[in-house]
């Protein structure tokens, strides 16, 4: 039972990466699924989750418009479209089965049930 963050890498302010969230060993469409990123010299932050059924999402205001969560069940896989990057973004991003927070609030740390392995974002020219 894990999950598998991947699909970091290096980008130039502006430029677009998407981050993939696989499961293994159990399915993910029981789940709402947040993404959330740890910066260095900072505490983890909720960024971006996805409820069960596919419907309500929500965003941190630093991130709305620039980012789109969304999931494809038949894939057990959720996924973080990042457009528009810019380099406060740099981050370790990390996935996670959270209980699913309040419609209109961003997910936090303690809503998480399973961790994923993170992957780094570096957002540089």
């Known amino acids: 039972v894990q999950l598998q963050a991947s699909g970091g890498g290096l980008v130039q302010p502006g430029g677009s990466l998407r981050l993939s969230c696989a499961a293994s060993?159990?399915?993910?469409?029981?789940?709402?699924i947040g993404w959330f990123r740890q910066a260095p010299g900072k505490e983890r932050e909720g960024v971006s989750w996805?409820?069960?059924?596919?419907?309500?999402?929500y965003s941190a205001d630093s991130v709305k418009g620039r980012f789109t969560i969304s999931r494809d069940n038949a894939k057990n896989t959720v996924y973080l479209q990042m457009n528009s990057l810019i380099p406060e973004d740099t981050a370790v991003y990390y996935c996670?089965?959270?209980?699913?927070?309040?419609?209109?609030?961003?997910?936090?740390?303690?809503?998480?049930?399973?961790w994923g392995q993170g992957t780094l974002v570096t957002v540089s020219s």
């Open positions: 996670a089965t959270v209980i699913q927070p309040i419609p209109g609030s961003i997910a936090t740390v303690t809503d998480v049930l399973l």
């Open positions: 060993g159990f399915p993910l469409d029981y789940y709402a």
């Open positions: 996805i409820a069960s059924s596919a419907g309500p999402t």
